[in-house]
């Protein structure tokens, strides 16, 4: 039972667009939002988080969109850089548990 | 270095022997975790420790896991009579109460 899910495997968009890679959840008790992009062979870096009292935070080129009612959060790149060339996992976590539920990844290919 | 450290970076075994892996959380990180990421698969929380805190073993695949941490910094993952099916990257993270959690860049576990 997947609690939380990234249902595109992978994203190819190119350079200067916006880039948007989706997430969704089933689980109403999640409280708080991750993004986390990965290179290979190294491990997870946090990107941008948001907490369920919000619908939008931003960071720069990056910002992290959710929609409780729908339990649905997104992250846009704009603009998409080669450099942002990775798989990007999106996770939640509930105050109630001690661990983040990470989604399956979407690879997101920024061509030149 | 400053990040979370772990040892070995590879590591190639025989099918039913014992290993060991290593993580060095970020200094002064009270909370520190274990997940496993499969081929193609997204990132499976094994166990929790926070602080002198009983750790949570909820995500532990069998008994042939077990880990331990040390002091409150130092952990090892053991896994006992090793399967096939264990071949994974094996990842720890370690945060402060409250804040994104941070990883290492994992060992890359392979049962012959």
């Known amino acids: 039972d997947q609690q939380v899910k990234q249902n595109s495997p992978s994203l190819s968009v190119q350079e200067g667009r916006i880039s948007i890679l989706n997430c969704d959840y089933t689980?109403?008790?999640?409280?708080?939002f991750l993004w986390y992009k990965k290179y290979p062979a190294e491990g997870p870096t946090f990107l941008i988080s948001?907490?369920?009292?919000?619908d939008k935070n931003e960071d720069g080129r990056f910002t992290v969109f959710l929609n409780k009612s729908a339990k649905h959060l997104s992250l846009h790149i704009v603009p998409s850089q080669p450099g942002d060339s990775a798989v990007y996992f999106c996770a939640a976590f509930n105050n109630a548990g001690n661990m983040l539920t990470f989604g399956g990844g979407t690879r997101l290919m920024v061509k030149p | 270095g400053a990040g979370v450290s772990q040892s070995p970076s590879n590591k190639v075994t025989e099918k039913g022997k014992d290993v060991e892996l290593r993580c060095d959380p970020i200094s002064g990180h009270t909370a520190l975790y274990w997940y496993r990421q499969s081929l193609g698969q997204g990132l499976e929380f094994l166990i929790y420790f926070q602080g002198n805190s009983a750790p949570d073993k909820s995500g532990l695949p069998s008994d042939r896991f077990s880990a331990e941490r040390t002091g409150g910094s130092v952990s090892t993952l053991t896994i006992q009579r090793t399967q096939q099916e264990d071949s994974a990257v094996y990842l720890c993270?370690?945060?402060?109460?409250?804040?994104?959690?941070?990883f290492g860049d994992g060992t890359r576990l392979s049962i012959l």
């Open positions: 689980n109403s008790m999640f409280d708080y």
């Open positions: 993270a370690s945060s402060s109460l409250g804040q994104p959690q941070h």
């Open positions: 948001i907490s369920s009292i919000k």
